[in-house]
C-alpha cells in the first residue's frame, strides 16, 4: 500500500519541484602517481564495487590506427604477469562475483563486483591490468579474432550500421569520425610496438580513476590502494586530448545505406552541444517527451492515431565535445520512409512552435528522475557515477547535485533547443534499404 501511495503522490505532484533523495557521500584523494582515487562506504549488503574508468576512447585515435580502444578492452582480459591467459574472468567468477567493461568515443570502463571478502582481490586485479598486462603475439592473434567476431555478429543485425554511418557523415574530419569499433584493417596493420606503445600512453595512473564503492572499510581500502597502485610509474608521454570541432551542419545530409533487411527504415540524426551543457539537458528531455513510453509524442501519433509506423523513437546521445539527437522510423503498410520521417519532423516542428503542457513537462520530469534515482540504486552504477562525473564533468559531486541541472530546465528551454538543432540544415538523414 506504501509504494502505491507513494507512486500516486510522485505523479499528481504539482510544479516543477523534485523529490528529495538521500545524499551520496565519499571520499576522494589523488596518489602521487596521479591516481584519482573515490570511495564510498555502504555496509548494508555484503558486496563491493571495485571499477577503474580510463580517459581513452576512439576519440584519441588517429587516422589509420582506429579501434585500438576498443581493442585494448578485450586485450586487458588477456593476461598479466601474474594472471595467466584467460584467467581473469574466471578469477572473479570462482568468488561468486561477476567482471565486465565498455568502451565509448571518450573513455574505457572496467568493473567488478564482488564478496565484500574480496576487496582485495579486486583491488590486486585492476592494479595488475595497470601495471602488468602482457602484450604478446599470441594474445593480440586471439583478441583480433574476438573482436572481429563481435564485429561480424553486430553486422548481422538489422540496421545495426547506423551509428557509424551517421557519425563518419556528421563528424566528418574528425575524430568522432569512426566508432570504437574502428577499423580492421587498421588493426591487422598494428605492430605489437603500435599496441604496447597505446598502452604505455594511455593506461597509467595519470589517466584513470579508480571507484569503491559498498561494504568496504575505508582503512582497508586505503591500505589496499597504496600497496598496490602507489608503486606504478607515472606516465611519461603526454596523453593526447583531442578537441572535436563541433560548429553545426549548414546543408543537409541525405544518403542512402543498403542493408540486408525485408523493412524500409528512416534514421535523422542533428549535431548538439556536448555532455554537461544545459542545452544538453534539456535536449535529454525532449527525448522522453517524444519517446518514452507508450504516450509520448511520437508513439501516439505516429503508432496509435495515424498507424503509420511500425516502431518510432528518439534519443539524446552526449559525448565530451559533441553528440547528436536521433530519430528513427519503420513505416507500416501503405506508408514509405519519407512518409514517416516527415511525420516526425511535423511532432518536432510542435514542439518548436507550442509550448508543451504542464502536464507533460511533469511526467517528463518524473520519468528524469525516476531514471536518475534507478541509475544509482546500486553499488555498481554508484561506482560508474563517481568516476564519470569525476573523470569527464570535473566533479564527482555531480552525483548530488546533477539533478538539478534538469530541475533548472524550463519549457521554454526544451522549445528553444528544439528550434536550435533540430532543424533540417542541420542533419544527417538515411534512408534504409534491402539490398537488391
Keep these: 500500500m506504501k509504494k502505491i501511495t507513494l507512486l500516486v503522490a510522485c505523479l499528481t505532484m504539482i510544479g516543477s519541484n523534485f523529490a528529495q533523495k538521500n545524499k551520496i557521500e565519499f571520499k576522494e584523494f589523488d596518489l602521487e602517481n596521479g591516481l584519482h582515487v573515490i570511495l564510498h562506504q555502504d555496509n548494508s549488503t555484503p558486496i563491493v564495487a571495485v571499477s577503474v574508468l580510463y580517459h581513452v576512447g576512439s576519440k584519441n585515435e588517429v587516422t589509420g590506427k582506429t579501434g585500438y580502444a576498443h581493442f585494448f578492452e578485450h586485450l586487458m582480459f588477456e593476461e598479466s604477469e601474474n594472471i595467466a591467459r584467460d584467467e581473469y574472468a574466471k578469477i572473479v567468477q570462482s568468488v561468486g562475483g561477476t567482471i565486465n567493461a565498455y568502451t565509448s568515443s571518450d573513455k574505457t570502463y572496467y568493473h567488478c563486483v564482488l564478496p565484500s571478502n574480496q576487496l582485495e582481490l579486486g583491488i590486486w586485479m585492476e592494479s595488475e591490468r595497470m601495471l602488468n598486462a602482457k602484450i604478446t603475439q599470441a594474445g593480440v592473434d586471439n583478441q583480433r579474432e574476438v573482436v572481429k567476431e563481435e564485429k561480424r555478429t553486430s553486422d548481422n543485425r538489422p540496421y545495426s550500421s547506423?551509428?557509424?554511418?551517421?557519425?563518419?557523415?556528421?563528424?566528418?574530419?574528425?575524430?568522432?569520425?569512426?566508432?570504437?569499433?574502428?577499423?580492421?584493417?587498421?588493426?591487422?596493420?598494428?605492430?605489437?610496438?603500435?599496441?604496447?606503445?597505446?598502452?604505455?600512453?594511455?593506461?597509467?595512473?595519470?589517466?584513470?580513476?579508480?571507484?569503491?564503492?559498498?561494504?568496504?572499510?575505508?582503512?582497508?581500502?586505503?591500505?589496499?590502494?597504496?600497496?598496490?597502485?602507489?608503486?606504478?610509474?607515472?606516465?611519461?608521454?603526454?596523453?593526447?586530448?583531442?578537441?572535436?570541432?563541433?560548429?553545426?551542419?549548414?546543408?543537409?545530409?541525405?544518403?542512402?545505406?543498403?542493408?540486408?533487411?525485408?523493412?524500409?527504415?528512416?534514421?535523422?540524426?542533428?549535431?548538439?552541444?556536448?555532455?554537461?551543457?544545459?542545452?544538453?539537458?534539456?535536449?535529454?528531455?525532449?527525448?522522453?517527451?517524444?519517446?518514452?513510453?507508450?504516450?509520448?509524442?511520437?508513439?501516439?501519433?505516429?503508432?496509435?492515431?495515424?498507424?503509420?509506423?511500425?516502431?518510432?523513437?528518439?534519443?539524446?546521445?552526449?559525448?565530451?565535445?559533441?553528440?547528436?539527437?536521433?530519430?528513427?522510423?519503420?513505416?507500416?503498410?501503405?506508408?514509405?520512409?519519407?512518409?514517416?520521417?516527415?511525420?516526425?519532423?511535423?511532432?518536432?516542428?510542435?514542439?518548436?512552435?507550442?509550448?508543451?503542457?504542464?502536464?507533460?513537462?511533469?511526467?517528463?520530469?518524473?520519468?528524469?528522475?525516476?531514471?536518475?534515482?534507478?541509475?544509482?540504486?546500486?553499488?555498481?552504477?554508484?561506482a560508474e557515477s563517481l568516476a564519470d562525473y569525476h573523470m569527464m564533468f570535473g566533479s564527482a559531486d555531480l552525483i548530488n547535485t546533477e539533478l538539478e541541472k534538469y530541475k533548472a530546465v524550463t519549457r521554454e528551454d526544451i522549445m528553444r533547443v528544439s528550434k536550435t538543432y533540430l532543424v533540417q540544415s542541420n542533419s544527417v538523414t538515411l534512408y534504409y534499404l534491402p539490398k537488391k
Excluded: C, H
Design 162 to 382: 547506423w551509428y557509424p554511418e551517421i557519425a563518419k557523415r556528421m563528424y566528418k574530419g574528425t575524430n568522432y569520425e569512426w566508432t570504437p569499433i574502428g577499423s580492421f584493417d587498421d588493426l591487422n596493420a598494428a605492430s605489437i610496438a603500435d599496441f604496447q606503445a597505446f598502452y604505455d600512453q594511455y593506461y597509467v595512473p595519470n589517466n584513470a580513476t579508480l571507484v569503491l564503492t559498498g561494504d568496504i572499510n575505508m582503512k582497508d581500502a586505503k591500505k589496499y590502494i597504496t600497496k598496490y597502485f602507489s608503486s606504478i610509474p607515472k606516465g611519461v608521454t603526454a596523453i593526447a586530448r583531442p578537441v572535436v570541432p563541433n560548429a553545426l551542419l549548414t546543408t543537409p545530409i541525405v544518403d542512402s545505406v543498403y542493408d540486408n533487411i525485408q523493412l524500409k527504415a528512416v534514421f535523422q540524426a542533428y549535431k548538439v552541444p556536448k555532455q554537461g551543457t544545459k542545452d544538453a539537458y534539456a535536449l535529454d528531455m525532449l527525448s522522453t517527451l517524444l519517446s518514452n513510453g507508450k504516450s509520448s509524442r511520437l508513439n501516439v501519433a505516429l503508432k496509435e492515431d495515424k498507424q503509420m509506423a511500425v516502431q518510432v523513437a528518439g534519443f539524446s546521445m552526449s559525448f565530451e565535445s559533441g553528440g547528436f539527437f536521433a530519430t528513427l522510423g519503420f513505416p507500416n503498410q501503405g506508408y514509405t520512409a519519407s512518409d514517416v520521417r516527415v511525420a516526425i519532423v511535423k511532432e518536432i516542428e510542435k514542439v518548436q512552435t507550442e509550448l508543451i503542457t504542464e502536464k507533460e513537462f511533469q511526467k517528463i520530469q518524473n520519468i528524469t528522475e525516476n531514471n536518475f534515482v534507478g541509475s544509482n540504486s546500486k553499488m555498481a552504477g554508484i
